[in-house]
């Protein structure tokens, strides 16, 4: 049925789907699992830290969702194949993939070495092409569509500087999603990414090397002060544009990149 034949509450129901969430022990990704559960998905939630994980979807199933863990290493082609494998071997299907592990080492472009590079551009971009490849695969072969989400960076439009490989794979995330959304349209593959802003996770609040706890707090404080909105993200923020990209509610929609970000990109 088209979206505009459904009443708002049938095309924010995502109940029978099945949907894969990497990066989902914590943070965003953990966040937008939250979400997907509650509107009716079966969510797979994915990563390295398999405790993380596994209490992650727990903690899912004891709000009367249904959700279980895989763990899997998105920054090779094989985890990400096995990430989409695991949720057909178990659910049989496969509707929505949220491309969300990613990570961010600050380090200053004159001392970035090839290791960091390489670690950041094969979880951020290889991981996610393979996955998404993956998954629209198992979508057509199964003989039904999906949405494809992925997750980006205010940093793909605007560099805060000493993330020059973080910019670059998430410059990379946007135009890939871009590519996929042409190539996968006609599949009834839609393809749309986020773009965060600064957004409260355990992988932000953690202490860089160097700095003091009230160093950090006054930083954070300064720049909530200036952002239009008033405030710093949350997980939450991220996960509720992700339940729209991945419903019916969308499906005039790909190619996108929808920056969720209180305003920081306009200060
Ligand atoms: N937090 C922000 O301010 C912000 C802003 C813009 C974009 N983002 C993007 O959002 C995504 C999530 O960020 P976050 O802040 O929630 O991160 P986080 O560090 O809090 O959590 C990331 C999760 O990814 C998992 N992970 C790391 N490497 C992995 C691998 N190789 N395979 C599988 N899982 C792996 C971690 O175990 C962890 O559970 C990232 O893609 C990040 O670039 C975050």
């Not at 971009?125 to 569509?145: N, P």
């Amino acid at each position: 049925m088209a979206a505009r034949d459904m009443t708002l509450a049938q095309m924010y129901d995502l109940s029978g789907k099945v949907a894969v969430v990497t990066g989902a022990a914590k943070g965003i990704g953990q966040g937008i699992a939250n979400r997907l559960a509650e509107a009716g998905a079966t969510v797979l939630l994915v990563d390295i830290d398999a405790e993380g994980a596994q209490a992650s979807a727990g903690a899912i199933e004891e709000r009367g969702g249904t959700a279980s863990s895989a763990v899997a290493d998105l920054s090779t082609a094989d985890g990400a194949r096995a990430a989409v494998a695991t949720a057909v071997e178990r659910y049989g299907r496969i509707d929505v993939l949220v491309n969300n592990a990613g990570i961010y080492p600050m380090v200053p472009t004159l001392q970035l070495s090839e290791e960091v590079w390489d670690r950041t551009l094969n979880l951020n971009l290889k991981g996610l092409f393979f996955a998404s490849q993956a998954a629209a695969r198992a979508m057509t072969d199964a003989g039904h569509g999906g949405s494809i989400i992925n997750i980006a960076s205010v940093d793909a439009i605007k560099p805060i500087g000493n993330l020059p490989h973080y910019d670059a794979s998430k410059g990379g995330v946007v135009m890939l999603t871009k590519s996929l959304a042409k190539d996968l349209g006609p599949l009834d593959v839609r393809v749309n990414a986020i773009a965060p802003g600064a957004i409260q996770t355990p992988g932000t609040t953690a202490l860089p090397e160097g700095v003091i706890p009230d160093e950090l707090r006054a930083m954070a404080e300064q720049l909530a002060a200036a952002m239009p909105l008033k405030r710093q993200g949350e997980p939450d923020d991220i996960a509720r544009t992700a339940v729209f990209l991945a419903c019916p509610a969308s499906e005039y929609l790909t190619g996108s990149t929808v920056v969720v970000d209180g305003g920081m990109l306009l200060i």
